[in-house]
């Protein structure tokens, strides 16, 4: 996974471009105690600002850098065969699978051992977390109150903040990755090895899975 580095010049133009609070759900886990997941029609209005920012980033030379798909040939193969390994066992989390990458920001969503649920490991500069989620109507919806969602080949996070439904990404992420190990994932990141392990451990715990169903 190749983290993406602009110059400062592209950073405000991607200022410019996005007017988005940003709060990262699951690295502030006190929120999930009075926060709530947005409602069904809260979450059609989550979804039309999606489809505008990527648009608006598809459109604006500077921001489709930050979409452009990096992705080998190789790769591709590896996360389209992954996700159909998948399909046989538990349809409904395959649209999801793989590792997703935005501005400066990736999430990582792996299958579980329990049917209709995954594992979502979230990095953001130097900082990472875990959380799992259940898949219903096409949407994740997280321990941390997040709700995924897919556009396309884009995802998207919606949440509530102080009663306020909204995008929690400042850029779609898109074009999935082959996963990794959540060590692979995370050992680059200014973190403890204890945080490493704690990650780990909670992969393990929870019954997810890197490899294809056996």
């Known amino acids: 996974m190749k983290h993406i580095k602009l110059l400062h010049k592209n950073k405000a133009v991607l200022s410019l471009s996005i007017s988005l609070v940003v709060i990262i759900a699951g690295y502030l886990p006190t929120l999930a ?4 997941y947005p409602s069904n029609g809260e979450m059609q209005k989550i979804k039309s600002d999606f489809i505008q920012l990527i648009k608006r980033f598809q459109q604006n030379e500077a921001n489709r850098e930050y979409i452009r798909d990096r992705r080998t040939s190789a790769q591709k193969h590896e ?3 992954f996700v159909k390994a998948w399909l046989e066992v538990n349809p409904n989390i395959t649209p999801f699978l793989g590792l997703w990458t935005g501005y400066e920001q990736t999430v990582s969503i792996y299958p579980s051992n329990v049917k209709g649920k995954v594992c979502i490991i979230s990095t953001e500069e130097e900082l990472a977390s875990f959380t799992v989620g259940t898949v219903s109507n096409r949407q994740i919806h997280t321990r941390g109150v997040a709700t995924y ?3 396309g080949n884009y995802l998207g996070i919606a949440v509530v903040i102080d009663n306020k439904p909204q995008l929690n990404v400042t850029s779609p992420l ?4 082959p996963l990794k190990t959540p060590v692979e994932l995370i050992k680059h990141l200014a973190i403890d090895a204890n945080q490493i392990s704690t990650i780990a451990q909670s992969f393990k715990s929870h019954g997810c899975i890197f490899s294809r169903p056996k």
Do not use: H, L, Y
């Open 33 to 36: 105690s009075s926060q709530r």
């Open 79 to 81: 996360i389209q065969s």
């Open 149 to 151: 969602i897919k556009e």
């Open 174 to 177: 898109a074009n999935p990755e």
